[in-house]
Each structure stands twice: as C-alpha cells, then as structure tokens.
C-alpha cells in the first residue's frame, strides 16, 4: 500500500520499533505541518492509507473530495478532526484504536510536571536567575492541599495517585459510574460540582473531547475557585468555554494555571495571552509525546494497517464505509 504519515515533526516513527510492521508498503513521511487543502490534495493524491498524529491536521470534506486512492485513515483516540460523515460516504474507512482502559503516563507524569512547575514557580525562577535575580517569590507546597480530579478515567486515576503520594486529599468530580469508582478506590467524591470548583487548591482536568464535554468548564465555575488555587488542562482547550481561562485568571479567580493545550494549534502566536501571563505555565501539547508513548500508540495504529491489509480492518469507527467501500470499487473501470 502507499502509505502517508503527517505531522512527524521530529522524523521520530522510522525510528521506532514498530515502524517494521510497515515492511513492504511505500511509505512517505511528512516532517511538517500543512493545513492548505490544495498543498495536501497534491501531497496525499496517490495516498491509499493515511496516518495521523492525533488531531495535528485537519481532515474535512473539500480534502478528502480531492484523494481518489485514499481507502484508510489510521489513527488513535478520539477524531473531532475527521469528517467521519464525508470519510463514510466515500468509502474511506476511518480506523482508531480507544485504548480504554490503557493509561497514559506520559500524560499522566506531564500533568505532575505542571502542577509542581506552577506551584513552586520553577520557569519562572530559572528565568530570573538567568536574567541576574536571585529568587523571584514564594511558592506554594502540595502535601495537605486538595487536588481536584475533574474526571476519573484512565489519566485522571494515574494523576490521582500521584497526588495521593504526595500528601494531598484528592477530591473527584465526574460521571456517576466513575465517582463510584473513585470512592471504592478510596478517594472523597465532591458533593456537587459547585462544591468541586470551591475546594480545590490545584485542579486537573482529564475528559475526553466529545460534544457532552465541550465547554463543560464554564466562567461561573472558575469564578468559585479560590484566587491561589491552580488549574491544569493537558486534556483538551475547548474543555473549558472559549476565552473564560484568560477572562478568569485575569480576574484572579483562579490565580494560576498550567496548560499543554489551546484553542488553536500550533500555537504560534506568542502575543496569545497565556503565553504573556506571569501566573501561566505553558507547554506545546507535549502530554503524549515521548518515545515510549509512540512505541504503544504506533503499534495500535500501524497494526490496524496491517489488518486492512490482510481485509481484516480493526477498530472501525465508520462501518457502513465498508458498503461504501464496496460500491466505489464495482463503479470503477
């Protein structure tokens, strides 16, 4: 098959070990980023099996339109970035493994990274001594401090643990079924999610990004948080509602935060104001992105090329594609 990948900005999957289950497929590797649907139709028009990393382009209707080889898009997790409608009534299978149940720790220890760089100041104390200054303020310690879990799942129980080790209370806020397994695991359930945003002193978001959960953080609920509490999202930006993060730590309520996710990325503008804020740390969506996580991430996503290609396509999101898939191959000469 002739085989696509996008977005590998550091040229890391040829050097991973799973890159051999692709033996025997042409594949093209991209190192950088393109979002121009004529640059990509021109780039991806021989392309039968495209690979994506994670939500880094965009892949509507008016593109995929113009690719009449493509029969695979492969990927992993969720895909608000796919037109799963267009993909299905022109016949492209869209494959991505959920790995539920499967933890993140990159995610997981990116998360931890945050909350002790936010609290204890720490880019901001190298900057400063850099810059000739010998200690900028005061931080803040964790142990005995409530961390707030906004969503039990995969990452969020990882990220609790931590907390856990740490000394803190941990509080959880989720679905039902998920506050029942965070109180079996020993932790506090917050009463009600007014309550949630009141108590916590650093809290963590770890939703997955589907319509339920879009906006889900609203302004009124970071105005109940405490003005030296932290929030931390290296989840997904569009979790929180537009602009209420930069509206809110303007406000002071809360008094800081940590993200590795944005509205719009990459984010390159460095006027963008989480970029310019002294209470912010920031980081370029880093949270999966280390060898080990690839190694797990790519064997899912070229084994499903390699079920296509046996005609056994694996983690199907779009079956009726497969029909669809069918009828485009008998119209063709």
């Known amino acids: 098959m002739n085989i696509s990948i996008l977005d590998d900005y550091f040229d890391t999957l040829r050097t991973l070990d799973c890159f051999a289950k692709l033996n025997g497929h042409e594949v093209t590797i991209h190192n950088d980023h393109v979002q121009d649907v004529d640059a990509l139709a021109e780039r991806l028009h021989d392309t039968e099996a495209l690979v994506l990393i994670r939500e880094r382009t965009q892949i509507r209707a008016p593109l995929l339109e113009r690719l009449p080889n493509l029969k695979l898009i492969s990927q992993r997790s969720v895909y608000p970035h796919i037109d799963i409608e267009a993909c299905t009534r022109l016949g492209i299978i869209v494959s991505s493994s959920q790995h539920a149940g499967t933890p993140s720790y990159a995610a ?3 998360t931890w990274g945050l909350v002790l760089a936010a609290m ?4 901001q104390q190298m900057a400063a001594l850099k810059a000739g200054r010998w200690q ?4 803040h310690t964790l142990r005995d401090k409530t961390l707030g879990i906004y969503g039990y799942g995969r990452i969020g129980v990882v990220v609790a643990g931590y907390g856990k080790a740490f000394g803190m209370n ?4 989720a679905r039902e079924t998920a506050l029942a397994r965070a109180r079996a695991d020993g932790y506090e359930a917050a009463a009600s999610k007014q309550e ?5 002193d650093v809290l963590s978001l770890h939703m997955r990004l589907v319509e339920a959960t879009r906006g889900i953080v609203t302004a009124d609920d ?3 948080m405490k003005p030296t509490a932290l929030l931390v999202n290296t989840s997904r930006a569009p979790l929180i509602a537009a602009g209420a993060l930069v509206d809110a730590l303007r406000a002071g309520r809360p008094g800081m935060a940590a993200v590795d996710v944005y509205e719009k990325e990459p984010l390159r503008d460095t006027d963008d104001p989480l970029l310019t804020m002294a209470n912010v740390v920031c980081t370029p969506h880093i949270g999966y992105v280390t060898r ?4 797990i991430q790519f064997t899912d996503i070229f084994d499903q090329i390699v079920a296509y290609a046996a005609g056994t396509p694996s ?3 779009n079956a009726d594609a497969i029909d669809s898939a069918r009828q485009r191959e008998k119209r063709q000469p």
């Open 315 to 317: 983690n199907v999101v």
């Open 222 to 224: 970071l105005a109940r």
């Open 170 to 173: 941990v509080l959880v806020w």
């Open 108 to 110: 997981a220890e990116l």
């Open 120 to 123: 204890r100041q720490i880019p």
């Open 292 to 295: 080990d996580e690839y190694e």
């Open 196 to 200: 949630f945003f009141e108590r916590c």
């Open 136 to 139: 900028l303020g005061v931080g």
